[in-house]
């Protein structure tokens, strides 16, 4: 089975700070890999998500992700933060084909300070 | 265009009640899920139906029940309510087998069992 770690629980940052959350995998074969947002209040967010193209994924409101296979990561990214990005973020991953059940990582908090 | 509807948003119940969470998807989505969300565990996996007539126990199934009621539908039960269901719930949907979309999340029910 496979499983998620996101190492940063709490992240705490001043706007126009540069972010990198990170995500790793356990899992021997091929997989998907995703990063959620969720905005305080609300329901989870698709942010960006990897499925085999370029490793370099760029998702909405200037996040990006990179997948590098032989660290089993997938980090997200974004160069400058903005107060509106105070969120919870997941990393998920699913194996490729089969059932299409992925798994979420614990969540990292993400605080930013006007 | 709806996507993923959850109800109640909002529910307190009495240890030992029962009650059935709502969940409706109007994408055509073959598969849905329901998990819940508790502080510092992030999403885990109660049950989930891959398809319709068709459903299996996720990672913490114990104290629920579902019910794949049509392709559109997947409820959720606690038959004897206890404190520790205390949680959010969410349900989401996505297309089997096609990888292409990720999950597209309901907003969420905030159970309280007092």
């Known amino acids: 089975a496979q499983s998620v770690s996101q190492h940063n629980h709490h992240v705490i940052l001043s706007e126009a700070a540069s972010l990198e959350l990170g995500c790793n995998y356990s899992y021997g074969g091929t997989v998907n890999l995703f990063w959620y947002v969720q905005y305080p209040g609300q329901h989870l967010q698709l942010l960006l998500k990897?499925?085999?193209?370029?490793?370099l994924v760029k998702g909405i409101k200037g996040f990006e992700a990179e997948f590098i296979k032989s660290k089993f990561s997938f980090n997200l990214r974004k160069p400058s933060v903005q107060w509106s990005d105070t969120a919870e973020y997941f990393c998920a991953v699913n194996p490729s084909g089969g059932s299409y059940i992925p798994t979420f990582g614990r969540g990292t908090s993400l605080i930013v300070h006007p | 265009n709806a996507g993923v509807t959850q109800t109640p948003k909002f529910q307190v119940l009495k240890t030992g009640q029962s009650m059935t969470l709502q969940c409706a998807q109007d994408?055509?989505?073959?598969?849905m899920y329901w998990y819940r969300q508790d502080p510092g565990m992030g999403l885990r996996l109660i049950y989930y139906?891959?398809?319709?007539?068709?459903?299996d126990k996720g990672e913490v199934p114990n104290g629920y029940n579902v019910s794949r009621l049509n392709k559109r539908e997947f409820s959720l039960r606690l038959e004897s309510a206890a404190p520790s269901q205390t949680s959010v719930y969410f349900c989401a949907s996505t297309r089997r087998r096609q990888g292409g979309s990720g999950y597209t999340f309901g907003s969420g029910t905030r159970l309280t069992v007092v």
């Open positions: 139906s891959a398809s319709e007539g068709t459903t």
């Open positions: 994408m055509n989505h073959n598969s």
């Open positions: 990897y499925f085999s193209e370029d490793p």
